[in-house]
Structures are given as structure tokens and as C-alpha cells.
């Protein structure tokens, strides 16, 4: 992020029920550059029976743990690195949604979703047809009456098409390169809570955690921007297999006072680049971060945070960073989900 005094995003949610068979949700996200984006809207049913739910339009698949949660809930300033690194810091998509909640003593949802697939880690392909495809089951419950758990797995599957990034050649020039393929996303999610009796106002604790695995295959195209005539584009077998994690812990001491800590790594893995061997290197990198945050809570509807990270994301760069950031709710507010 840039230095000095900077506002961060404003959302703008606009929610209710719509008859007595449908719930409608719009979210604007309005960024510090006056620009204005759509970050759902959606419809989902009520009371569609037999624990079903349907829910339709752009939406933030249920994949992982954090996916789905909006930044105001996160509990540091920034998403994790696996996030950013997998699915560009949230994955959003237009499609449709569907869960089953089993009529279990323990909870238990399975979820499927089919979507357009335009945003990261897919692209725009402008074809009939589901780009993006996610599966995922989670389970949790109770132990005793100050503990309780949530456990899941998911699935994303996309179809990346001349998906574009730059890089350094072995020349040691910048180059854009596109990718066309398949990318397959795993993601094993945990989280732990402890209230005394069941009541957090007072002291509570949170251990969170999740576990990325990658793998993309298909064909890369090098140098898309270098004329044909020359020494011309070389379309070549490209496979990777990379991961990572991150694992955070919360404790709230007294009311209003919370304190936490996060540790995450990614790891580059394996590459395959056929031919292209002879124009690109082959990236061995693990990048790391640890943040502490300290949380002041006014109230439900505004905190203060201050949190430190030991960055070292890049190559060769080692960045503390220091923030200071301010949150605050306006207006109506829903639960947020466990």
C-alpha cells in the first residue's frame, strides 16, 4: 500500500426481503479513486425446503473460510498472501449457488456453484457455458459449552484463457506472457473458537487456519507483444504445482481489547515449462509475512486497529509495515456468519 493518510473502500449494501419466497442483496465497493465497482447482487431463496438454498447473480463463492467474508469482518487490516496469490484477494463470480444443510445433530452443508469464470484465477472467454466450477463440503460443532469448530474442503476449478502477466525473461527483460488451460485450486479450511460458557463479551479466543494447493496446466504463450516477423511468440507446454497457508490466533483479553497474531508462507513449487526453458526462468520463491494487530472495539459498529508485518512477499525485500486503520458501520447491520 501507499505511504501516508489514505481512505480505504466504502460499501454501499442495499438488502432485504423481496417477497415471501426471495431475499435480494446489492453491494456497491466504492475505491479511494472515485471509481465504482459491483461487488454483488444477487437473489437467493427462502424457505425453498429439504435444507436447500438457491442463490443466483454475482456473488463471493463459499470456497475456503475467508472468501466470502466481506473486509470489514476480516480480523487484520490485509487479506492473506494465499488469498492474493490464488484467487487475486477474493473470488467473486456470476453464477448460481446451491447448498444443502443435512438435517444432522452436526452441522453439515455440501455446496456446488457454476459460474462465468471471468475473474482470476480464470479469465474473460466469452463463450456459452460455465467457466468456473466449485465444490465444497463443511462440518463443525460443539464441544462442551466453551468450545465449538468448523472444518471444510473446497474445490474451484477454471478455464483460463489467454490469462495475461508479465515477467522477467532470462535476458533479464520485461515480457507479457498469457496462459491457456485449466487451473485447479484445493483448499482445506479450520477454525477453532473458545468462549467461557458460551459467552464472548468478556474474553474469547479464535485459532484459525488454511491450506492452498494448485495446479495449472496447459499451454503458455511467451512474449505476446513481440511481433510475429521477428523472433515471434513461442507457444509452448506449460505446468506448475505451488501452495500455501496461513494460520492466525485471536484473543480478546478484556471487553473491547483483542490482540492476534498471523504467520503464512507460499511456496512456488514445481514448474514445467517446456520449450520456454529457452526464454523464461524457472521461478523458485517463498515468500513469507508475519503481522501483529492490536484491536480497540468502541462498539459493535466501530474499531481501531494498529497492526505490524514483517514483509517479505518479494524477492530479496524485507518491508515493516505499520497501519493504523479505522472502521466504521453505518446503518442497519446483519449478523455475520460464524
Do not use: C
Not at 214 to 232: C, F, I, K, M, N
Not at 299 to 304: A, H, I, K, L, N
Amino acid at each position: 500500500g501507499e505511504r501516508g493518510f489514505s481512505l480505504g473502500e466504502s460499501e454501499l449494501v442495499v438488502s432485504a426481503n423481496i417477497d415471501p419466497f426471495l431475499y435480494g442483496s446489492l453491494i456497491l465497493a466504492l475505491a479511494p479513486d472515485n471509481s465504482v465497482s459491483l461487488e454483488e447482487a444477487y437473489i437467493q431463496t427462502i424457505g425453498l425446503g429439504h435444507g436447500l438454498t438457491l442463490k443466483a447473480g454475482r456473488y463471493y463463492s463459499a470456497i475456503g473460510y475467508l472468501n466470502d467474508k466481506h473486509a470489514h469482518t476480516w480480523d487484520f487490516v490485509d487479506n492473506p498472501l494465499a488469498y492474493q496469490a490464488f484467487l487475486g484477494t477474493q473470488f467473486n463470480d456470476d453464477g448460481v449457488q446451491l447448498k444443502w444443510l443435512a438435517p444432522t445433530d452436526q452441522y453439515l452443508e455440501l455446496g456446488v456453484e457454476g459460474g462465468r469464470g471471468a475473474n482470476f484465477p480464470g479469465s474473460e472467454r466469452n463463450v456459452n457455458g460455465a467457466g468456473a466450477l466449485t465444490a465444497f463440503v463443511h462440518t463443525g460443532g460443539d464441544v462442551g459449552s466453551s468450545h465449538s469448530w468448523r472444518a471444510g474442503v473446497s474445490f474451484l476449478k477454471t478455464s483460463p484463457q489467454d490469462r495475461a502477466y508479465t515477467q522477467d525473461d532470462l535476458l533479464g527483460q520485461p515480457v507479457t506472457n498469457t496462459f491457456t488451460g485449466a487451473s485447479r485450486l484445493w483448499i482445506a479450511d479450520f477454525l477453532w473458537k473458545w468462549a467461557p460458557q458460551g459467552n464472548p463479551r468478556v474474553r474469547n479466543a479464535t485459532l484459525q487456519g488454511e491450506y492452498f494447493s494448485r495446479h495449472e496446466d496447459g499451454e503458455l504463450v511467451y512474449d505476446t507483444q513481440t511481433p510475429p516477423a521477428s523472433a515471434g511468440p513461442a507457444n509452448s507446454f506449460y505446468a506448475t504445482r505451488q501452495s500455501g497457508w496461513y494460520v492466525q490466533g485471536l484473543y480478546r483479553f478484556m471487553p473491547r481489547w483483542r490482540v492476534g497474531l498471523r504467520t503464512e508462507r507460499l511456496d512456488s513449487g514445481s514448474q514445467d515449462l517446456g520449450l520456454n526453458t529457452a526464454n523464461l526462468p524457472v521461478v523458485q520463491a517463498r515468500p513469507a509475512r508475519n503481522s501483529l494487530v492490536l484491536e480497540r472495539a468502541f462498539s459493535e459498529y466501530s474499531r481501531v486497529r494498529l497492526q505490524f508485518a514483517r514483509d517479505q512477499a518479494r524477492a530479496d525485500v524485507t518491508e515493516r509495515l505499520w497501519f493504523v486503520q479505522y472502521q466504521a458501520s453505518l446503518g442497519a447491520h446483519g449478523a455475520h456468519q460464524y
